[in-house]
Each structure stands twice: as structure tokens, then as C-alpha cells.
């Protein structure tokens, strides 16, 4: 794995493919294991609300994986490169990382802390917030994967920049800024795998269009940064439950491992990690259940997009068609 070579590009797209980062063998076993946490977080409702199918445990990669995924030496050397650290130079973890296993939820987003206004603090100097995701199934052939949208790490808005279907293979990281426009469940067309199209296109298309999954998406995402103030703008946005109550990530750290064995872990690897919250660890490795079966999360504050371009076109057009045609609305 040589992804110097890449930089370049990554910081043009804001986003790169690393082919071949895992065996067949530790695909299989991740496979394994992260189906078997899922389905045990299920039971015990210590999931996420699921808004599009999907199982998400409301606990960072720690719970089932301890430091093997997080601070492997592969993911730490793509994650140094990729912030412009040497090997024993300092990157953080900060229990953002998780786990999504089915679900078909898709809609272009950023991750970042404010999406929409360029005059943030979040726009005005190179971001330093990477997010990588391990989806351990193919979808080069196959749909479920994530599409990007090429360059929109540099514009804040969601409407801006070629979309691109990331063909990943079992095996192969994805990253992306957190500022790279990005929907996961892309849906691969038959007959037309060149056409990458809009989420909203794919939620409205026939599903004897698309190609299918090749099997249930295991997908393993993780967030790694630098600790300057846009670590801290993401991190308070986060930690500060009156302005952002119930939000997904303050859940996850609650359930993370606050394990000192595996900061002196990662601290090997060049990586530090900061409990952002006190009651971090609070409730990990709890087995209650959770009445309702799942842990309820807020809504964040909205984007703001106004659209532009074609966008106005096809959304005035969109408009008029639900309005003949109710139906189509959903
Ligand atoms: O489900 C996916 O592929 C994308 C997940 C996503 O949007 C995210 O991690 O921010």
C-alpha cells in the first residue's frame, strides 16, 4: 500500500479508494463479528432508531473490535498519510466510529459541523476531519455502496460536483473529508453501470432497475482528525446537549471503551485519543435492555441549501409531478 502517491488526488476530490487494504480471510471474520455485536445490540435495543432499515449499535467500533480495526497499522498509515503526519506524530480518535449493518437510507449530506454557510469557521482553512468507511462486500458490480460527490469538500453546499458510485471491492477503505458530499445505498443501474445518479433519483427508481446487493451490507465507518479547532468545533457541537439534545454521537461515547489500555494501543500507532465528555465509557459493555427496543436520537439543526442551477429545474419539476401524481410522493 503506497497512497503518497495519492495525496494529491484526495485533497482534489476529497475522497479516495484504497484497494486491497484487508485479506479475504479478515473480511470474512469482521464480517463475522460485526454481524454478531449487531445482532446482540439488537437484542438488547441498544440500536439506533432505525429510520431506513438499517442496525446500528449506539456504541464506536471499541465494544466489539477493541483497538484491532481503529489503530491497525494499515488504517492508521492511510490516516497519517492522508493528514500529512508522520508515523509518530500525533492524530486523534475521539469515539466517532460505528457500524451500520442492512438498511437502504440514502441522501446526498455532509458530516462536517456546519454544512451550509461558507463563511464558517469550518470553510475557511483546509479541513482536517477524515471519515473511512469499510463496506465488506463488493460493490464494484453491486449496489449498497457510497457515491460522492468529486470536489464538494470545497463548496458548501450539497448540489455541487460530479457523483461518483466509489466501486469498492471486500477488502478496500474508502475515506472522505467530512465535508465531501457523500449518500450511502448507492443503487448500480442495469445494463448502465457508468450512470451515477441522484439518491433522490434512486429512491423514486423501480428496483427491478437496480442491481442488487450481492448479501446484507456490513459497513464500518471511523473518524480520525488532527486536534486543532476543527476537531473542536465538531466536538463541541456534539458534547453540548442543550443546543444539540439527543444527538447519535454523545449515545456512542457513552457506550465506547474508555479502556487506558488502549490509548497506550493507539498511542503506539501514533494516535491519541481524547474522551470528549466526562461520562465517557459511562454505560460500555452494558447488557440492559432498553425499553422500546431502540435509543431515540434528535433531530440535528437543518441544512440550509438553497438550491441552484438545473437543481431549481428538477426541483420545481419533482413539485409538479407528486402534485398530478400523489402517488409518487414518498
Ligand atoms: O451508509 C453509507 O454508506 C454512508 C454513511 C454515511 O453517510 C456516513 O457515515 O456519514
Known amino acids: 500500500m503506497n497512497i503518497k502517491d495519492d495525496l494529491l488526488s484526495f485533497h482534489r476530490d476529497g475522497f479516495l479508494l ?7 480471510t479478515e473480511v470474512a471474520q469482521l464480517r463475522a463479528r460485526a454481524e454478531a455485536f449487531g ?30 480495526i481503529l489503530f491497525d497499522a494499515r488504517i492508521q498509515e492511510i490516516v497519517h498519510t492522508l493528514l500529512g503526519r508522520k508515523a509518530d506524530e500525533d492524530v486523534v480518535y475521539f469515539g466517532d466510529s460505528g457500524m451500520m449493518l442492512g438498511g437502504h437510507g440514502r441522501g446526498f449530506h455532509k458530516d462536517n459541523a456546519c454544512r451550509d454557510d461558507a463563511s464558517h469557521t469550518d470553510w475557511l482553512t483546509p479541513y482536517t476531519l477524515i ?15 457510497v457515491k460522492v460527490r468529486r470536489g464538494s469538500h470545497l463548496v458548501a453546499d450539497v448540489s455541487t460536483g460530479e457523483i461518483v458510485d466509489v466501486p469498492t471491492e471486500a477488502g478496500d477503505v474508502v475515506v472522505w473529508s467530512l465535508r465531501t458530499t457523500h449518500s450511502g445505498h448507492a443503487l448500480r443501474l442495469k445494463g448502465l453501470p457508468f450512470l451515477h ?32 479547532h476543527h476537531l473542536k468545533t465538531y466536538v463541541d457541537k456534539h458534547a453540548d446537549l442543550e443546543s444539540y439534545p439527543d444527538n447519535y454521537l454523545y ?45 431515540a436520537t434528535g433531530p440535528g ?29 414518498h
Open 131 to 145: 471519515r473511512l468507511g469499510i463496506y465488506l462486500e463488493d460493490h464494484k458490480a453491486h449496489s449498497g455502496g
Open 251 to 295: 449515545k456512542i461515547w457513552l457506550h465506547s471503551d474508555p479502556d487506558p489500555k488502549l490509548a497506550e494501543l493507539a498511542k503506539s500507532r501514533g494516535c491519541r485519543i481524547i474522551h470528549p465528555v466526562p461520562d465517557y465509557g459511562k454505560l460500555f459493555a452494558s447488557t440492559e435492555q432498553v425499553a422500546g427496543g431502540f435509543i
Open 197 to 228: 445518479i441522484q439518491p433522490r433519483f434512486e429512491q423514486r427508481l423501480p428496483r427491478s432497475l437496480a442491481v442488487d446487493e450481492p448479501c446484507r451490507r456490513v459497513a464500518l465507518f471511523m473518524t480520525f482528525g488532527l486536534d486543532d
Open 18 to 24: 484504497i484497494k486491497n487494504v484487508f485479506s479475504a
Open 301 to 329: 439543526t437543518p441544512d440550509r441549501y438553497p438550491a441552484k442551477g438545473a437543481e431549481v429545474l428538477i426541483q420545481g419539476m419533482g413539485k409538479i409531478v407528486r402534485r398530478v401524481f400523489p402517488s409518487a410522493a
Open 39 to 68: 445482532d446482540r445490540a439488537r437484542e438488547l435495543g441498544q440500536i439506533f432508531e432505525p429510520r431506513a432499515g438499517e442496525v446500528v449499535p449506539a456504541a464506536d467500533l471499541t465494544a466489539p473490535f477493541g483497538g484491532e
